[in-house]
């Protein structure tokens, strides 16, 4: 291959080349390198005319200016075993090189041009890849790794460098796929992806899950949940959504005026009593959770900040505002003749292992009462749907160890997920039994 001695004003550099980025910074160290260590690679120009030879700049922009700044500075360097002036570069002439070599010049730095839009950027990125890893195979040479090809792209190979990195590699064959061709930028874009491949995924896991999914998928257990979770083994649910009692005297509250089939708040229902469960099941629903899970506790207001402090001081990281759950037609009257209508309910929200959502969702639910089964507690179906749409895909393990009339059992149906239902009263009981029964 023949190496052109050029001088800098022959080389002719065409308008686009303005816009490569050439930091400060960045063109400071390569100059240093170029006196220290010489400069490894000549540049490519293209070469027109005849007799009178015109060179243009394919490749090499930033070495280019280096040796252009260099000669500003009076100094010589090397290249090969020649010491070289700053006045004259070394070059290669593109139609000199053989086919991979001109198109991995013409790539180059380009991919680094400040107005390229994202899609440009991630196809260019995609192609300098490819382009490294023929090159590599060609000459029998290690693959280059993304932080190689990040420092080429990008000019250096931090960790934020080789992550956009990445995911323009990813990104670049499905540029003009319908969820991503609009995006607006890559970040945009990386997120549609992503939500794009979760929604694959639990297309084809409910396809999966569907061919054996029916009744016989949820647990109906009846159990003290304190004897039953102290034997359970660890790392089961990926949810866990229940609702204790709340320690606010629910056993004075009588039967409703008759609406309530059966009475059940038939235990002493304390502050003490709701501070010695939660303290109690806490780090049980740590252990018996998967690495990554969700926690959903129903509460009261003064109940909310103990369980939050005790959750968190077990492992739980405890979202620092519950979930506000209003009732559209909420009757309860705490004072019945003073006022005001009860109309909303406490949710606290925990997280096992940085497990993610499936979307972001409001922390105001509104949601309306079932029938009711005679629990003076009974909690809607479309809350738990809601609450457990933020949390689960198809075939995920669901636990409730308050379980009442069953609601959770509906619920985990409608999204092809497995429940566990644990309840020690036995009126209760049935009436799940019959809920599951009734399920299509």
Request: proline share 4%.
């Amino acid at each position: 291959m023949q190496i052109l001695k050029l001088r800098l004003e022959e080389i002719k550099v065409p308008a686009h080349r303005q816009r490569v980025e050439v930091e400060g910074g960045l063109l400071g160290e390569l100059m240093e390198s170029i006196v220290e260590h010489g400069l490894l690679h000549p540049i490519v120009v293209r070469a027109s005319g005849w007799p009178d030879r015109e060179y243009t700049l394919v490749a090499g922009g930033r070495r280019l200016a280096a040796i252009s700044n260099l000669g500003g500075l009076g100094q010589t360097y090397k290249s090969g075993t020649e010491v070289w002036s700053s006045e004259f570069i070394p070059c290669v002439s593109l139609g000199d090189l053989d086919a991979l070599s001109a198109e991995e010049a013409e790539l180059e730095e380009n991919v680094r041009r400040v107005n390229l839009t994202w899609k440009e950027q991630a196809r260019a990125t995609a192609r300098l890849s490819d382009l490294r890893q023929q090159r590599a195979a060609a000459s029998g040479a290690e693959l280059p790794t993304l932080s190689d090809l990040a420092k080429e792209v990008r000019g250096r190979a931090g960790d934020d460098a080789t992550e956009l990195t990445r995911r323009e590699l990813i990104l670049s064959p499905y540029l003009e796929a319908p969820h991503i061709k609009g995006a607006k930028n890559l970040d945009e874009a990386w997120k549609a992806h992503l939500r794009e491949e979760e929604d694959k995924r639990r297309a084809e896991l409910a396809r999966t899950v569907g061919d054996t999914y029916g009744k016989h998928s949820h647990t109906l257990i009846k159990a003290d949940c304190l004897s039953w979770i102290r034997e359970s083994p660890a790392n089961q649910f990926d949810v866990i959504l229940t609702d204790p009692p709340y320690g606010i005297g629910a056993d004075r509250f009588g039967d409703a005026g008759g609406r309530l089939q059966s009475q059940t708040h038939d235990y002493t229902d304390t502050k003490q009593g709701w501070e010695d469960l939660i303290g109690t099941l806490g780090a049980h629903w740590l252990r018996v959770s998967k690495p990554q899970a969700h926690l959903y506790l129903c509460c009261d207001i003064d109940g909310f900040h103990f369980a939050r402090e005790w959750l968190r001081r077990v492992g739980w990281e405890v979202h620092r505002t519950p979930l506000i759950n209003y009732k559209v037609d909420g009757s309860r009257v705490p004072w019945p003749t003073r006022g005001p209508q009860r109309k909303w309910e406490m949710i606290l929200y925990a997280v096992k292992g940085g497990k993610n959502v499936t979307r972001i969702y409001s922390d105001v639910l509104e949601t309306r009462g079932d029938e009711n089964f005679g629990h003076g507690a009974q909690k809607p179906v479309a809350l738990y749907t809601n609450l457990l749409r933020r949390s689960v895909s198809a075939g995920d393990a669901v636990l409730d160890c308050f379980g009442g009339t069953g609601t959770i059992i509906p619920a985990c149906h409608e999204l092809m997920c497995r429940a566990t239902y644990i309840e020690q009263d036995e009126v209760c009981y049935g009436i799940a039994l019959k809920r599951l029964e009734e399920l299509k």
